[in-house]
């Protein structure tokens, strides 16, 4: 089994993609620090794949540490980075945390690679890069706007630093993955997301139904849209998976075209805010308490991918309704309040 090594494995998205990457025939071993990650997905993923998964608790901003793990795994053949701090308000806060944290951990992860020969790379990126869009859908050949945050301005500088890296390492490949709105659970709901205080939508839709939160606020009716709330590309986090999966699978079979290739991963279907919430009310059968509130300042008013070129080139599509997403996000919730309610007890 050709042997991955996934960053930031016990965080959302990466927990989810070991899941897939081992239902397809990879080893998997994660580095994550813990301090965004937990190590409840860590026991998630491994109830679900019915085996150990390694991993190390490694700050890959110390590149010591960081080159132990490579060191103790020779045969590691592909890399999938995600370790990164991803809020956008707390990145306007604290800018130089989120460039020290997104920035160091990159530049030693690809400095690894190239010193242990590790040549194929996924790199996390995020829609944010393309700011408010020209035209829509928007593909991957659209201009990169002046950045709303700091966290966006970190993905456009990974994908030139990964660009500029394999410009200057023949042989060695990236993958530049931009995602849209990830979203859902396992259908298992053995795993799934795992924040507090989310500040992601459809969270804060399910601990609203759930009654972790009282009401939620619906920034904006007045938008140049069809219910004048924001449009969002939102994507099962298992579709989210499987790109990454897919991804590896094109550059180990050597079917990449350039060192670096760019992908948009969402369904190409914009979804307004009120739509989203019509659909988690039926798939709950729940009416959800919201309010319309001013708009927020720095929210797009609408972006959703052109995903042709995934599908062509990867051979990827998505697999996840809507309704489908709802539905494993609002079981997630459940879960959690019984995990919860199970402590309490004990």
Request: proline content about 4%; some cysteine; glycine content about 6%.
């Amino acid at each position: 089994m050709k042997k991955i090594l996934v960053t930031g494995g016990c965080g959302y998205i990466g927990g989810h993609t070991i899941v897939d990457l081992i239902d397809n025939g990879f080893d998997v071993i994660s580095v994550d620090d813990l301090s965004k990650g937990s190590l409840r997905m860590l026991h998630g993923i491994e109830k679900i794949v019915k085996r150990p998964v390694k991993n190390y608790k490694v700050n890959l901003c110390n590149l010591e540490d960081a080159q132990a793990i490579f060191m103790e795994n020779p045969d590691i053949v592909g890399i999938i980075h995600f370790a990164a701090f991803k809020s956008v308000p707390e990145s306007v806060e604290q800018p130089l945390k989120y460039y020290r944290n997104n920035i160091d951990s990159l530049v030693n992860v690809l400095q690894c690679a190239k010193e242990n020969h590790v040549k194929n790379i996924v790199f996390s990126s995020s829609c944010s890069v393309y700011g408010n869009p020209d035209s829509l859908p928007v593909d991957e050949n659209a201009p990169l706007k002046e950045a709303e945050s700091p966290y966006a301005r970190t993905k456009q500088m990974g994908e030139a630093i990964c660009s500029d890296f394999v410009k200057a390492n023949a042989g060695f490949n990236t993958i530049l993955l931009r995602y849209f709105n990830p979203v859902g659970a396992h259908p298992s709901v053995m795993i799934g997301e795992l924040q507090e205080k989310p500040e992601n939508l459809v969270p804060v839709i399910t601990q609203t139904a759930i009654g972790k939160r009282p009401s939620m606020d619906v920034f904006g009716n007045d938008y140049d849209t069809r219910d004048g709330s924001c449009i969002r590309d939102y994507i099962h986090v298992m579709d989210i998976a499987n790109a990454h999966t897919k991804a590896l699978q094109y550059m180990l079979e050597q079917r990449n075209e350039k060192s670096s290739e760019i992908f948009n991963l969402g369904t190409g279907k914009g979804v307004t805010v009120l739509e989203l919430i019509n659909a988690f009310e039926k798939v709950a059968d729940k009416k959800l308490n919201y309010k319309i509130s001013a708009r927020r300042p720095g929210d797009v008013i609408a972006v959703y991918a052109n995903n042709d070129k995934a599908q062509n080139a990867l051979g990827w599509n998505c697999k996840f309704s809507l309704d489908e997403m709802m539905d494993t996000s609002w079981r997630w919730e459940q879960e959690l309040k019984k995990a919860a309610e199970r402590v309490q007890l004990n």
